[in-house]
């Protein structure tokens, strides 16, 4: 063998070595799981053989894989709560540690909301609180039941573990179960069996910092030892690589205490690369600790990058001003729930990077580690909150629980790059789950966990959103600003702003926007303004998101159409890049989520303010920020999610087509509308809109983006509907797709001449019956059994299983219609 091939051979033998060794020290725990929605007389149920009379199956459990949620599906039923309570797990698990005396760890990434953890019949931990990771050790449990007959005679030498969550509501846990998020339960992130030596890392701590100038940059590191056997010393290595993968810095320590958390080593490196959005290099940060013959290796990734927030102006990052494009995001996905697997999330956060986005509020809890690195390489900055959200304060079960969990946030977070933010609360303003509501006692606390927060980590700013006696406590205060939608109109944006800016030394603007029901459209979006009073502040108020009762308000009597949400956008974001002195904003929020406090939206128990819905379909409104926020060429015509325009014959209407290109040139039927120059200023659509006369029936509209060289085409079709149409008066039921084992059903509402009513909103209940099943309880526009009409006819998928089966409609004052698929 040639000596080049030999060494790439021997490289990649020890790549894969090395590799083995990696994945031996920590395996995800994916599959042979069953699951029990419901409590047990006590653990002998969960291990109890079949041999003792009673059929295994009694009670019901029902085979899942990893992560899962209780409520993957219930959370947006129509009809009930979601389920609150018990559930259980139960796998077998072959243990083969690759490690003489070294530890059996349980590592769970995080599970709701409190979880109880046993090795046959004997509870080796307990954990509150469903957002933060944390480790059961059960090696001496593990090596107690191998010890037993029962091992080898019931169990086959495998070992049982069985694993009780629970997310009860409790007055005295955060979150407050007024929260405006579903409170989910269930082993609904990665949980991990990791193998380590008798010593290992349990925490390593890497804080990069770097001068105004970016010319001399600082690595301290520091260690925390995880010795349950009172080894009591240890020492190891620690290299440095930077992002192209070189070695730059190495050195070595001993340590003869590992009690406490201890610094290990310091690191100066020149003219480091900068970590930003546009370039989010990452260095690699390599400890090992070895005792008594065991090693083990822990890898961080870190950034080197310097933030300021401006007295009374803007944000600054690496010396020069970043306006924070932000959104926010909550873990919920229709089919899964929060169960959301690695493949969705990073298909998630890579949508959000596609659109511009370069900051996110992860809210109202920490978030999976998956996030949190995602952030980093793809250069999103962060802020990360504690679910201290709503309710008011409880006693010291409720602060403890606080303190914990702000506490494993940030030491479990440390590292990363990406996060500039701790929030230590949200509308804590918001009273209810206590008789008592006192703002000093609410104060007393959030100065607590303020002063916790700098004494963890003294290199981030503290914040949190809306509770105005509580802003000048923390670092950076977000108020309440929804012009436009709870509060006034979205031209009062820019002044409220300014008016909030100017009561604080460091501002930022978190939530704004509105709902928007998917696949709904307008021909007169802004039309609910007419009874909508000005000049009162734009702040969201003690009922305002009910949809009856109170004061005009576009979220209650607007008509929620895509139409109308991307006017709210288009205007807040012309008018943010006329406001320098502006740190940033995030929209809430990035993806529709489910909530138990809206029953009554278009689709029941669900948050629509998102820019996709449930399942990561884009919404119209996707391609307002992407053409504000992204370099890469792009075009998008208004309309791909609506089929049919209205109004008369010869009527002129308007086109509007979102891009970021210099020029565009509308086509309609083939014929030019000429050619228009963007101006971000020209509001709606930065002058991207003609005003054109549709032939009545089909029409094709093509439009034809120019940026330098480059050019870009999108293109839709549009019938133009000029019958006029009475009140509903009948259902017709269709099927119009019918491929890969998956038919889909369109119900349109009808007048009495058989016109369809564009701007029903009635609602409609599908139902099926027969071999097929129903894609119903995602959370979508076309998966909800219960769903309110856009522009006159609602979808829905069934699961045909090679069938029969009949579909129902039904909406009330109309007769029922039935299809036979």
């Known amino acids: 063998m040639p000596l080049k091939n030999l060494r790439l051979y021997l490289i990649i033998i020890c790549f894969l070595i090395s590799s083995t060794l990696f994945a031996q020290q920590s395996i995800r725990l994916n599959t042979g799981w069953e699951f029990l929605q419901r409590d047990l007389g006590g653990i002998w149920e969960a291990i109890r053989p079949e041999d003792k ?26 009809d009930m709560n979601y389920y609150q309570g018990p559930g259980w797990y139960r796998t077998q698990l072959n243990i083969n540690n690759p490690y003489n005396d070294g530890r059996i760890l349980l590592h769970f990434e995080g599970a709701g909301q409190k979880t109880d953890v046993y090795v046959y019949d004997t509870k080796v931990g307990s954990h509150l609180g469903g957002y933060d990771e944390w480790t059961v050790d059960i090696t001496k449990a593990v090596d107690d ?12 030498g495998s070992v049982p573990v069985e694993i009780r969550c629970d997310n009860s509501r409790d007055l005295e846990s955060i979150p407050s179960r007024l929260s405006d998020f579903t409170v989910y339960g269930g082993l609904y992130r990665y949980l991990n069996l990791v193998y380590t030596p008798a010593v290992s890392l349990d925490k390593v701590f890497a804080k990069a910092e770097v001068d105004k100038d970016g010319k001399q940059g600082r690595l301290d590191v520091g260690v925390r030892i995880y010795d349950p056997e009172n080894i009591n010393a240890a020492g190891g290595d620690i290299r440095i690589i930077d992002p192209q993968g070189k070695v730059i810095q190495q050195s070595k320590y001993n340590l003869s205490s590992t009690a406490r958390e201890v610094p290990v080593g310091s690191f100066m490196v020149k003219k480091p690369q900068l970590w930003s959005p546009d370039h989010p290099v990452l260095y690699t940060v390599e400890v090992t600790a070895r005792a008594n013959g065991g090693t083990f290796t822990q890898r961080e990734k870190v950034g080197f990058r310097n933030f300021e927030f401006v007295d009374h102006g803007p944000f600054m990052l690496n010396g020069k001003r970043l306006l924070l494009r932000g959104t926010h995001r909550h873990e919920d996905q229709a089919g899964v729930a929060a169960a959301m697997t690695e493949g969705m999330i990073r298909q998630e956060m890579q949508l959000m990077k596609d659109m511009g986005v370069n900051f996110v509020r992860l809210a109202h809890y920490q978030q999976s580690r998956i996030v949190l690195d995602l952030c980093d390489s793809l250069g999103i900055l962060a802020w990360e909150e504690e679910p201290w959200c709503r309710g008011g304060l409880g006693g010291e079960v409720y602060k403890n629980q606080a303190r914990q969990m702000l506490t494993n946030m940030i030491e479990q977070h440390y590292n990363h790059p ?3 933010l701790w929030g230590l609360g949200n509308e804590n303003d918001w009273e209810g789950d206590f008789p008592e509501f006192d703002k000093e006692k609410i104060r007393a606390f959030m100065s607590e966990q303020n002063d916790r927060a700098h004494r963890l980590d003294p290199s981030r700013k503290t914040t949190i959103r809306r509770c ?4 000048d406590i923390v670092d950076v205060y977000s108020p309440s600003i929804w012009a436009g939608w709870y509060r006034g109109t979205y031209n009062e944006y ?5 008016d909030e800016f100017n009561k604080v030394n460091h501002f930022f603007h978190a939530e704004w926007g509105g709902d928007s029901h998917a696949l ?19 702040d969201e108020r003690a009922g305002d998101a009910s949809l009856s009762g109170g004061d005009s308000r576009v979220s209650k009597d607007g008509d929620w159409s895509e139409s109308y949400i991307c006017n709210l956008f288009d205007w807040h974001l012309k008018e943010q890049e006329t406001m320098p ?11 529709d989520f489910s909530t138990p406090l809206r029953p009554d939206n278009p689709i029941p128990y669900m948050n629509q303010k998102g820019v996709l819905e449930r399942d990561m379909a ?17 075009v998008h015509i208004y309309g791909h999610t609506w089929p049919v325009r209205w109004g008369n014959e010869g009527e002129q209407k308007m086109i509007k087509v979102y891009s970021n290109c210099e020029t565009a040139e509308l086509f309609l039927n083939g014929k030019s509308y000429g050619v228009k120059k963007r101006n971000s200023q020209d509001f709606p659509a930065a002058g991207l809109r003609w005003v054109v006369t549709f032939k009545k029936g089909a029409n094709n509209i093509r439009v034809v983006g120019q940026q330098g060289k480059t050019t870009v085409t999108d293109e839709i079709n549009q019938v133009y509907q000029t019958d006029k149409w009475d009140k509903p008066a009948k259902l017709i039921l269709e099927k119009i797709a019918d491929e890969n084992g998956f038919a889909t059903v369109q119900v349109k509402v009808l007048d009495k001449n058989g016109v369809q009513c564009l701007d029903a909103v009635n609602w409609i209940s599908f139902s099926l019956s027969g071999d097929g099943i129903l894609q119903d309880d995602l959370g979508t526009s076309g998966g909800s059994r219960k769903v309110q009409a856009y522009n006159g006819r609602a979808t829905i998928k069934v699961q045909t299983q090679n069938g029969k089966s009949v579909v129902g409609v039904q909406s009330p004052g109309l007769q029922t219609v039935f299809i036979n698929l």
């Open 53 to 78: 009379g009673i059929p295994h199956d009694v009670p019901h459990w029902q085979q899942v894989t990893l992560p899962h949620c209780f409520n993957a599906r219930d959370a947006v039923n129509p």
């Open 145 to 156: 039941f191998k010890k037993t007959e029962i091992c080898q005679t019931q169990f086959k």
């Open 418 to 420: 990406s996060i500039i």
């Open 468 to 471: 105005d006696f509580c802003k």
């Open 494 to 498: 820019k002044q409220t702003t300014l």
């Open 520 to 538: 709904r459209h307008s021909e007169d979006p802004d039309k609910a303004f007419v009874n909508i009073k000005t000049g009162g502040g734009a």
């Open 581 to 591: 002195w502006l740190t940033g904003s995030a929209f809430w929020i990035f993806k």
């Open 618 to 634: 884009k919404k119209e409104s996707y391609y307002v920020f992407q053409s504000y926020w992204t370099a890469k060429p792009m």
